[in-house]
Nanobody, 120 residues
Framework: EVQLVESGGGLVQPGGSLRLSCAAS????????MTWVRQAQGKGLEWVSS????????IYADSVKGRFTIDRDNAKNTLYLQMNSLETGDTGVYYC?????????????RGQGTQVTVSI
């Protein structure tokens, strides 16, 4: 059974940083592209970033480019999202998912999410 467990969310002031982690199990992590998606309250799922199986290719939504960095450690079966210069618009539930550049039902698997709140 595929399991994706996110952690690292919390409350942070604008301009602050957070690092999200996603522990993966139940599949061969190194063979799957991975993605972060987010959902603001009352809105749909939004694709944030994806990373290729080996980590050599990374893509970002324009809204986070230059502020967020996706990374993975295949030896630890873990996906990361370093978020810097956070803005109030980054508030939402962040999910890790298997797949490439997906955001909703097109992501084969998705975790339960971790809440990120950016507020004064």
């Amino acid at each position: 059974e595929v399991q994706l467990v996110e952690s690292g969310g919390g409350l942070v002031q604008p301009g602050g940083s957070l690092r999200l982690s996603c522990a993966a199990s139940g599949f061969i992590f190194s063979t799957s592209a991975m993605t972060w998606v987010r959902q603001a309250q009352g809105k749909g799922l939004e694709w944030v970033s994806s990373i290729s199986r080996g980590g050599s290719t990374r893509i970002y939504a324009d809204s986070v480019k230059g502020r967020f960095t996706i990374d993975r450690d295949n030896a630890k079966n873990t996906l990361y999202l370093q978020m810097n210069s956070l803005e109030t618009g980054d508030t939402g539930v962040y999910y890790c998912a298997t797949g490439w550049h997906c955001s909703g039902a097109d992501c084969p698997h998705r975790g339960q999410g971790t809440q990120v709140t950016v507020s004064i």
